[in-house]
Every structure is written in structure tokens, then in C-alpha cells.
């Protein structure tokens, strides 16, 4: 390729940018900048979830049913048709439980949450992390059960109305004293807001998850269930095996140290400063698994 013909290539590229550049507004980006967006987090939010298989499901069929009329496969096009036809309704039927988590989650997002400019609300401090990571530290080491929320965004009120009203500072020792054996409130949860204890004893929605392993009891499946319902951090002591977990997000961490869980817990509910400015944005997007 010559000078002259390297010189074409430099002039065409320059006029195309030039032609693209004029025939772009600023209107034209902010839409295509929010679809992205909104795929982006649409992506983060189904992530872990059955919804992933839905989506892979609806892109093989949109695939064999596009196929199918750009190479004229008649007979294969018209089953493809009646296939989506009737598809809406059953996706509607049969993923309506992750259907449903989608559209709260979307729901409890805040803009400025959206956006990354502010922390998450209801910030739980340092010491809380501590004295919940020592209670649940000594509770495993006896094999007591526990189930411990912690309280974010989304407020918590139509399951703390089945609990015992305590409007108590965090302690490790009244976490503990809490969930002792054969005491009227150890069966249910705990739900933390801030640094207070607001009620013990609470019910909590099980999970609809039919997959779970035979291991998980109760309260793993109450702390799977909450953690689907809402954006609480939910830690779990297993009387079974004395093994911590957390349930975030409608998925579950298990076999946690004391180190670890507070480490966790720290990273979550942003007790450290140099977290705080992106908080919402860290936690939305990283799912504990």
C-alpha cells in the first residue's frame, strides 16, 4: 500500500469520525449510557439467581426462532411461534418467585444508591460488628443456635411486629443470653437497626428454594428467605454443628470464623472509612456465594 493509498484510508477514517461526530446528539448518549446501565444491573441483580437460566432460555430460543426465519425453516418457525406465544405466560408462572425478588430489589434502589453517591443507610459501626461477630464467635463454640439480622435499607417492620420489643444497645452478652437454649425468645431472630436491638423473637419467611442442601435447617432457610425479601445481612449460628453463615442477596456463606465474619460484616455494612463513598455500589454488585 502506497502513500497516496494510506493517505485515503487517513482522510475516509477522519471524515467518517467527523460525519459520526455531527450525527450523534447529546440525547443519543444518555440513552444508549441508561440502557447500559440498566443492563448492567439488571445482569448483577439475576446473578446467582435461577433468573440467570431463564434469561440463557429465552436467548436459545429467541435464537432458534430468528434462525429459523432468515434461513425459511417453515415448519420450524411455526412450532417456534406457538412457543413463544405461550412462553410469556409460563415464565410469568414459573419464575414468578425470582420475578417478584427482581422487582423489589429495583424497588428498594435509590438513586443516589444507583448512582454511587451515598452509603447505605442505617450504617452499622464498628463496635456493633464486633460485639455480633464475638456473640456469634462464643455461641458456636456451644452449639447454640442463632439467628442475628441486621437491618439496611429496606425496613423491617412487618416481621418485627411478631417479635418481643427491646430497644437494647448491641452487646455480645445480650446477644448470647438472647438465644440460650429453652429461654422464650432463642427460636426466633434477632433484628438489629443501627446500633439498637429492636426485637427478638421474630418470625422470618422461609425460603422458596427447593435446592437447598438437606444440611441447611430452619433458620438457614428463614435467613435465605429474609435475605430474598429485602437487603438484610443475616448471620446464622447452626446448634447442629456450631458453623456460622451469612445470608445476603438470596445466597449464603458458610463455615465463617469469627475473623472472617467480621471482616464480612465490616466490608458489608461499610464501618470503615475508606469503604463509605462507594458502599452501596461495592455490596449491590458482589454477592456473598
Known amino acids: 500500500m502506497g502513500p497516496n493509498a494510506i493517505s485515503d484510508v487517513i482522510r475516509n477514517a477522519l471524515a467518517f469520525a467527523v460525519n459520526f461526530v455531527q450525527t450523534v ?87 443516589v444508591h444507583f448512582l454511587g453517591f451515598a452509603p447505605e443507610e442505617g450504617m452499622t459501626d464498628e463496635a456493633v460488628v464486633a460485639n455480633i461477630a464475638t456473640a456469634a464467635s462464643n455461641m458456636a463454640k456451644t452449639k447454640t443456635g442463632a439467628l442475628i439480622v441486621i437491618e439496611r435499607g429496606t425496613r423491617l417492620g412487618e416481621y418485627m411486629h411478631s417479635g418481643t420489643r427491646l430497644d437494647a444497645d448491641v452487646t455480645s452478652e445480650l446477644l448470647e443470653n438472647i438465644f440460650v437454649p429453652n429461654t422464650p425468645l432463642h427460636d426466633g431472630a434477632v433484628i438489629i437497626r443501627g446500633d439498637k436491638i429492636i426485637n427478638a423473637g421474630c418470625v422470618l419467611p422461609l425460603t422458596a428454594n427447593s435446592n437447598l442442601s438437606s444440611e441447611l435447617g430452619t433458620r438457614h432457610r428463614a435467613a435465605l428467605g429474609l435475605s430474598e425479601a429485602s437487603d438484610a445481612v443475616i448471620v446464622v449460628v447452626s446448634e447442629e454443628t456450631g458453623k456460622i453463615s451469612v445470608a445476603m442477596n438470596g445466597s449464603l456463606t458458610r463455615n465463617l470464623s469469627a475473623s472472617s465474619l467480621k471482616k464480612a460484616l465490616g466490608k458489608v455494612l461499610s464501618v470503615n472509612e475508606s469503604a463509605s463513598g462507594d458502599a452501596f455500589k461495592k455490596t449491590f454488585i458482589r454477592k456473598i456465594k
Open 25 to 111: 446528539h447529546i440525547t443519543d448518549i444518555i440513552d444508549i449510557l441508561i440502557v447500559a446501565v440498566m443492563i448492567y444491573y439488571f445482569m448483577m441483580m439475576i446473578r446467582g439467581t435461577r433468573a440467570v437460566q431463564l434469561v440463557k432460555g429465552i436467548g436459545l430460543v429467541a435464537a432458534i426462532y430468528y434462525s429459523s426465519y432468515i434461513f425459511r425453516l417453515n415448519t420450524l418457525n411455526t412450532i417456534m411461534r406457538a412457543v413463544v406465544n405461550t412462553a410469556i405466560v409460563a415464565v410469568i408462572v414459573i419464575f414468578q418467585p425470582e420475578l417478584r425478588q427482581l422487582l423489589e430489589q429495583m424497588g428498594r434502589l435509590k438513586l
